[in-house]
């Protein structure tokens, strides 16, 4: 996803921001640019950066010339990369709970294979309808207009993080990643397994080990 974050302008050798993102995460904010199957590592990122880096590298030294009005405006860009997985998006987003815009079943039923099995009917959407539904979600994601429970298709939940600055989010994610990772060492140590995968074979002894080091953080932590 690319995202524009800030827009200084420089003024007697000074920056002045004149426009910074308040939803950077939003999809009214992102662009997307590519879509990447793989872990969320530095080296799956690093695999198709290099498909771009002419451009990235062009953009970054020669900046962009646009014209407002009668106003032209150089830019100079800045390029930063980060990472975030998508559970973290939709809950920043409040796109984690779509209703369907082709059929009448709800968020739940989407959650339910009897709904598939038992096959349930599709319905047409009018453009009006669409339309309806685009003009009814605000910029950060908020429905402003309720719509009757039986007629709520297509909308989405309100952002859980709608009006706070989430720069710092992919770097939350990151240590929190680090912190599972070093928890699940403390789990094998604990359990005397050496090795990082978990089968069927040590599923109980893990569970148990897993048990046993929560009780502690839970007493340390009186709760």
């Known amino acids: 996803m690319f995202v524009v974050l800030d827009i200084y302008e420089i003024k007697h050798e000074q920056n002045i921001s004149v426009y910074s993102e308040p939803l950077p995460n939003s999809p009214d904010a992102s662009r997307p640019i590519a879509l990447v199957m793989g872990k969320e590592n530095y080296e799956t990122l690093s695999e198709w950066i290099p498909i771009i880096q002419s451009e990235i590298s062009d953009i970054q030294e020669d900046g962009l010339c646009i014209k407002i009005d009668s106003r032209v405006v150089n830019l100079e860009i800045e390029i930063k990369s980060s990472m975030t997985d998508g559970k973290i998006k939709t809950i920043e987003t409040g796109r984690d709970g779509a209703y369907c815009i082709v059929s009448n079943c709800s968020r ?4 339910t294979s009897k709904c598939y099995t038992d096959e349930f009917s599709l ?3 009018s453009l009006p309808e669409l339309w309806n539904m685009f003009f009814s979600i605000e910029k950060d994601g ?6 009757p429970s039986k007629d709520q298709i297509g909308l989405t939940n309100k952002p859980l993080l709608s009006s706070t600055n989430v720069n710092y989010l992919p770097v939350l994610h990151v240590l929190l990643r680090v912190f599972d990772w070093a928890l699940k060492v403390v789990y094998h ?3 005397n397994l050496s090795s990082w995968i978990e089968n069927v074979g040590n599923q109980e002894v893990l569970k148990l080990s897993k048990k046993e080091i929560q009780g502690i953080f839970r007493k340390l932590n009186r709760y």
């Not at 908020?142 to 719509?147: A, F, L, M, Q, W």
Request: hydrophobic share 25%; net charge positive; aromatic share 0%.
């Open 123 to 125: 319905k047409c959407v």
């Open 108 to 111: 739940d039923d989407g959650n």
């Open 189 to 191: 140590r604990h359990a």
């Open 142 to 147: 908020e429905i402003s207009k309720r719509i």
